[in-house]
């Protein structure tokens, strides 16, 4: 899909009015890059991180999680090799002093072709940045945007610096300023604190390769460019998994992991079209193959996780700065060696993005005799906010009573919402437009026959079922078994 801007921001809009996402401290004007989750996209983010969670380690015998520590010891990103490569190719512009980096003003510009029709020049620039990327060809870089003459977008000109590196680690102190404080980092990625606790749930869980350690966690990154919402900010959170496997086996276990992250994906119900992998073209310094899996959002096809094989770098690296032993005994084999690692690195806050893009839509509802219609999320069940409206009709005639004995049978068991004010209307049409897959609405027949009104959110059909039915009947269609 070629990029929809407005489409974009109806979904940033959308996102803000219905107590999804929030720009952070927003009363002081905001802070780049960094956002907060409302009432509703703090459940939808736990729904995704819950499914995530049970899909990595409950469905999986080999697989456990850790919640290791945001704060590492310094020297954990001299062995990983974050402080000394951690970095992105950075231009200035001299007239605006806006600072971009390469590879998306290049993207940017690719994108713009393609937007203009000519593909073919699109995917000319790429290829030739790619191939420069690759060879870290940083006069190269240059060379090409001002062939191109590409101008800044604050100044309009062309008057770039030369290309350089710049890190993208946060650091803080460590201890009061008087105690002389070590400098530390925020990590920028969750993947160290399951390297270094490799050997000790290795150990402890009696761990037999191949075995996965998971981890769900913040990382945070300096972002030069930090714009597009919540899918490049500069505190997000990431879903890891290092798979630890014999030396020599990392291509088909870099190829398992490929497909069945891609099948955790359609199991989202998101249809395989909307998805591609996309190989790196120049890798990590960790990695010996690497590739992500995108997703097109309406700003295109845009990478939502990353699969990559780490060989042994990690554990080398951390075994030779830490002068600990980081090897497994094969009984198998009947050898010690350091395993390599594959890894799946997904983010939380894009997981979340690709979901509401995915689900959002705007639906004309006019009949001859009205103009009507709606906004509606059409999330998965088990990721929606809420998975029951309950909404008496009337505020009267013992109708709130039955209102409030089904919410207090159904909200031990999944996530309900009450209300009585408004219209029937209104009050569907908000909770479409913040994904809530069923609403029951109680009226005079349910006092008589125990029966009330189901309506399902994307075909807004309605049919009565009875009250003693509504747990069960919605629990098994939110269950993470359900689909999703
Ligand atoms: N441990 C490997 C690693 O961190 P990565 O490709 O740099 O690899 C993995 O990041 C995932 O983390 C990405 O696919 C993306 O979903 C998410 N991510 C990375 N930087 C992000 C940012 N600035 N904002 C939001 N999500 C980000």
Redesign the pocket.
């Given at each position: 899909m070629a990029a929809d801007n407005n489409r974009f921001q109806a979904i940033i809009s959308h996102c803000k009015e219905y107590g999804f996402i929030f720009p952070s401290s927003e009363i002081y004007d905001g802070l780049s890059a960094v956002y907060d989750y409302g009432q509703w996209g703090a459940e939808l983010k736990k729904n995704v991180k819950d499914y995530w969670w049970k899909s990595m380690t409950q469905m999986q015998e080999n697989i456990v999680g850790i919640d290791a520590a945001i704060f590492m010891h310094p020297t954990t990103w001299k062995a990983s090799g974050h402080v000394d490569n951690f970095s992105d190719p950075m231009i200035d512009n001299k007239d605006s002093k806006k600072r971009y980096r390469v590879d998306h003003l290049l993207e940017g510009y690719a994108d713009e072709l393609d937007a203009k029709g000519d593909k073919a020049g699109a995917e000319q620039v790429l290829k030739a940045m790619d191939a420069l990327l690759a060879a870290s060809d940083y006069a190269g870089l240059k060379k090409l945007i001002e062939d191109k003459n590409i101008p800044c977008s604050v100044s309009g000109t062309c008057n770039w610096t030369d290309v350089r590196q710049f890190n993208l680690m946060f650091s803080t102190q460590l201890g009061s300023v008087s105690e002389e404080a070590g400098e530390i980092y925020l990590r920028p990625?969750t993947?160290q604190g399951i390297f270094v606790n490799f050997l000790n749930v290795q150990k402890t869980g009696r761990m037999k390769i191949p075995f996965g350690i998971a981890q769900i966690g913040k990382?945070f990154?300096n972002?030069i460019v930090a714009r597009q919402f919540?899918?490049?900010?500069?505190e997000?959170e990431?879903m890891?998994m290092q798979f630890f496997i014999r030396p020599g086996t990392q291509k088909e276990w870099y190829e398992y992991w490929k497909a069945e992250r891609l099948k955790w994906h359609l199991s989202l119900g998101i249809p395989e079209a909307r998805y591609r992998f996309h190989d790196h073209a120049k890798l990590a310094h960790y990695a010996d193959a690497a590739c992500?899996i995108e997703y097109d959002f309406p700003i295109g096809f845009k990478?939502?996780?990353?699969i990559?094989s780490r060989t042994d770098f990690d554990l080398r690296n951390h075994q030779e700065y830490s002068r600990k032993k980081l090897q497994y005994h094969d009984p198998e084999l009947n050898k010690s060696y350091v395993p390599y690692v594959i890894?799946t690195?997904?983010?939380v806050?894009?997981t979340v993005m690709m979901l509401l893009c995915e689900a959002y839509a705007e639906e004309d509802l006019s009949t001859e005799e009205k103009k009507d219609s709606r906004v509606v999320l059409k999330l998965p069940p088990a990721m929606a906010p809420v998975k029951l409206a309950v909404l008496p009709l009337l505020k009267k005639d013992g109708l709130p009573e039955i209102g409030k004995e089904i919410m207090n049978a159904c909200k031990p068991y999944f996530k309900c919402f009450y209300e009585e004010k408004d219209a029937i209307g209104k009050r569907y049409r908000r909770m479409d437009a913040i994904g809530t897959p069923f609403c029951v609405t109680i009226d005079h027949q349910s006092k008589e026959d125990g029966t009330v009104t189901i309506r399902y959110r994307d075909s807004m059909q309605q049919e009565r079922i009875s009250i003693a039915d509504i747990r069960k009947t919605i629990e098994k269609q939110v269950s993470f078994s359900a689909g999703v």
């Amino acid at each position: 899909m070629a990029a929809d801007n407005n489409r974009f921001q109806a979904i940033i809009s959308h996102c803000k009015e219905y107590g999804f996402i929030f720009p952070s401290s927003e009363i002081y004007d905001g802070l780049s890059a960094v956002y907060d989750y409302g009432q509703w996209g703090a459940e939808l983010k736990k729904n995704v991180k819950d499914y995530w969670w049970k899909s990595m380690t409950q469905m999986q015998e080999n697989i456990v999680g850790i919640d290791a520590a945001i704060f590492m010891h310094p020297t954990t990103w001299k062995a990983s090799g974050h402080v000394d490569n951690f970095s992105d190719p950075m231009i200035d512009n001299k007239d605006s002093k806006k600072r971009y980096r390469v590879d998306h003003l290049l993207e940017g510009y690719a994108d713009e072709l393609d937007a203009k029709g000519d593909k073919a020049g699109a995917e000319q620039v790429l290829k030739a940045m790619d191939a420069l990327l690759a060879a870290s060809d940083y006069a190269g870089l240059k060379k090409l945007i001002e062939d191109k003459n590409i101008p800044c977008s604050v100044s309009g000109t062309c008057n770039w610096t030369d290309v350089r590196q710049f890190n993208l680690m946060f650091s803080t102190q460590l201890g009061s300023v008087s105690e002389e404080a070590g400098e530390i980092y925020l990590r920028p990625e969750t993947a160290q604190g399951i390297f270094v606790n490799f050997l000790n749930v290795q150990k402890t869980g009696r761990m037999k390769i191949p075995f996965g350690i998971a981890q769900i966690g913040k990382a945070f990154r300096n972002e030069i460019v930090a714009r597009q919402f919540i899918f490049r900010m500069r505190e997000f959170e990431q879903m890891e998994m290092q798979f630890f496997i014999r030396p020599g086996t990392q291509k088909e276990w870099y190829e398992y992991w490929k497909a069945e992250r891609l099948k955790w994906h359609l199991s989202l119900g998101i249809p395989e079209a909307r998805y591609r992998f996309h190989d790196h073209a120049k890798l990590a310094h960790y990695a010996d193959a690497a590739c992500d899996i995108e997703y097109d959002f309406p700003i295109g096809f845009k990478e939502v996780e990353g699969i990559h094989s780490r060989t042994d770098f990690d554990l080398r690296n951390h075994q030779e700065y830490s002068r600990k032993k980081l090897q497994y005994h094969d009984p198998e084999l009947n050898k010690s060696y350091v395993p390599y690692v594959i890894e799946t690195s997904i983010g939380v806050d894009r997981t979340v993005m690709m979901l509401l893009c995915e689900a959002y839509a705007e639906e004309d509802l006019s009949t001859e005799e009205k103009k009507d219609s709606r906004v509606v999320l059409k999330l998965p069940p088990a990721m929606a906010p809420v998975k029951l409206a309950v909404l008496p009709l009337l505020k009267k005639d013992g109708l709130p009573e039955i209102g409030k004995e089904i919410m207090n049978a159904c909200k031990p068991y999944f996530k309900c919402f009450y209300e009585e004010k408004d219209a029937i209307g209104k009050r569907y049409r908000r909770m479409d437009a913040i994904g809530t897959p069923f609403c029951v609405t109680i009226d005079h027949q349910s006092k008589e026959d125990g029966t009330v009104t189901i309506r399902y959110r994307d075909s807004m059909q309605q049919e009565r079922i009875s009250i003693a039915d509504i747990r069960k009947t919605i629990e098994k269609q939110v269950s993470f078994s359900a689909g999703v």
